[in-house]
Each structure stands twice: as structure tokens, then as C-alpha cells.
């Protein structure tokens, strides 16, 4: 404190150089503090939120990888009991026409595409009956089961 002596301060005026100093200091190191705890905070949220961004994108990626139905369309669908599906080597055309998107014309087809070549083997290969295209084959695929003997 001597060398505000040598500026012409007199001893109040240094008292009082000291004192305003000592709370500029503090003023200081509580800044330094709250920007401290305040840069934590702001960083756990974005852990937080980089973690919510990641099971987003996972989503997204699952939901983009399902191609069958156009994204605007994608709704939950009813799981519908296996008693209630219908066995396509075994169904008539009535049960066939209950089915969306199956009249009785191609309910006809399949069941004559089924005697002329022999059971389905796989629920994919009903898209070999003319009339059933991908699009068709994808709205009932979840109403549909085959037996196979």
C-alpha cells in the first residue's frame, strides 16, 4: 500500500483503494464461480440431449429401413390372434375375399394358382398370382399364415 503513497493518496483514500479492490476481486471469482457451475449445467443438458438425439436417430433409422409402407402411412398395427388369420393353402374364396384389396376374381386366381402349382411355401411367393403386387402383398401380409403339411 506504500506506493499509493508515492500518487499523493492519503490514508483513507488508500483504505478505500484497498477495500474497492478486494470487492472488485470478489466480484471476480463469483463470476468465474456462477459461469463455472453454469457451463456444467449447460454441458450435462447436452449430454442429456445428445442422448435424446441418438434414440431420435435410432428411431429413424428403424423406421426408414421399413420401406413397406410409405412413411406418411406407418401407424402401430393391431396384433391380430393367430385363430383369426387366414391360411392361404387352405382358405376358399369367401375367406380369401375377406382379406383388403381381394375380390373374387383374385380370389379365384389364387386358389387356381394353388392347384395348378402346388401349396405357397412362403407367404412372399402369393406375389407370383397376377393382380398381387408388392403394395397388395404388404396389406395383408400381417392377416395372412400358411401351413405347409
Do not use: W
Amino acid at each position: 500500500m506504500n506506493f499509493l503513497s508515492k500518487f499523493g493518496f492519503t490514508y483513507r483514500e488508500r483504505i478505500l483503494i484497498a477495500v474497492l479492490l478486494c470487492a472488485l476481486l470478489a466480484g471476480i471469482i463469483i463470476s468465474a464461480v456462477k459461469h463455472r457451475i453454469t457451463y456444467s449445467e449447460s454441458q450435462t443438458l447436452s449430454d442429456r440431449d445428445s442422448i435424446a438425439i441418438n434414440q431420435l436417430q435410432q428411431f429413424a433409422a428403424r423406421a426408414s429401413n421399413d420401406t413397406s409402407v410409405p412413411k406418411s402411412q406407418k401407424v402401430d398395427k393391431p396384433t391380430i390372434p393367430a385363430s383369426q388369420l387366414i391360411d392361404i393353402n387352405t382358405a376358399d374364396a369367401t375367406q380369401l375375399e375377406e382379406l383388403p384389396g381381394i375380390g373374387p376374381k383374385l380370389a379365384q386366381r389364387i386358389i387356381e394358382h394353388r392347384e395348378k402349382y402346388g401349396l405357397f411355401r412362403s407367404i412372399d411367393s402369393l406375389s407370383d398370382v397376377q393382380g398381387i403386387g408388392e403394395k397388395r402383398l404388404n396389406k395383408i401380409r400381417d392377416l395372412i399364415t400358411l401351413s405347409i403339411p
